[in-house]
T-cell receptor, first 113, second 113 residues
């Protein structure tokens, strides 16, 4: 069964460093999303991406965040200058046209020191 | 702004019991509703998707209902098993296809053998 994959599974970085989180969506899906979950808190929406552009973003998704599909298959989330409060589990999700059910990857645990 | 609430926050039952998890949301203009399962430190597994025009969906021992006008959904688990122990998340999709999911805080279920 097709699934969403994410790399790395765990990333440790120093405050102020740039990180890139990668996702391989389910093929033929057209909607892509990033969510995050701070330990012990709700899953929060960051951004959605459709037709090679951002379709929706939350107030969390400020100028330090960016997304792109660099090669037509991978979907990446870049955090330019990480902060301590960026420490969280970051989930990629993808959705197709069939009722837009969203399928989540296993997540990348980001730890900012 | 959509708000999603799940009750109870935690539930502990003996094996074999039937149980109901509750989800409520404040804005009835939804596209769909998904129930997910999350195991500790893991990603989200989609259990059931209900379209806004549907009243319920079933998969095996799981049955989810939706009353959009009152802003409520329930997840019914029949004949619970220890392997059902996990956190169950309710997520509401925005008013159009491709919209973000807004999550509740989840119900942590423990099924005791």
């Amino acid at each position: 069964e097709p699934e969403v994959t994410q790399t790395p599974s765990h990333q440790v970085t120093q405050m102020g460093q740039e990180v890139i989180l990668r996702c391989v969506p389910i093929s033929n899906h057209l909607y892509f999303y990033w969510y995050r979950q701070i330990l012990g808190q709700k899953v929060e929406f960051l951004v959605s991406f459709y037709n090679n552009e951002i379709s929706e973003k939350s107030e969390i998704f400020d100028d330090q965040f960016s997304v792109e599909r660099p090669d037509g298959s991978n979907f990446t989330l870049k955090i330019r200058s990480t902060k301590l409060e960026d420490s969280a589990m970051y989930f990629c999700a993808t959705g197709g046209f069939a009722y837009n059910e969203q399928f989540f990857g296993p997540g990348t645990r980001l730890t900012v020191l | 702004k959509q708000e999603v609430t799940q009750i109870p926050a935690a539930l502990s039952v003996p094996e074999g019991e039937n149980l109901v998890l509750n989800c409520s949301f404040t804005d009835s203009a939804i596209y769909n509703l998904q129930w997910f399962r999350q195991d500790p430190g893991k990603g989200l597994t989609s259990l059931l998707l209900i379209q806004s025009s549907q009243r319920e969906q079933t998969s095996g021992r799981l049955n989810a209902s939706l009353d959009k006008s009152s802003g409520r959904s329930t997840l019914y688990i029949a004949a619970s098993q220890p392997g059902d122990s996990a956190t169950y998340l309710c997520a509401v999709g925005g008013g159009t296809s491709g919209s973000r999911l807004t999550f509740g805080e989840g119900t942590q279920l423990t099924v005791n053998p």
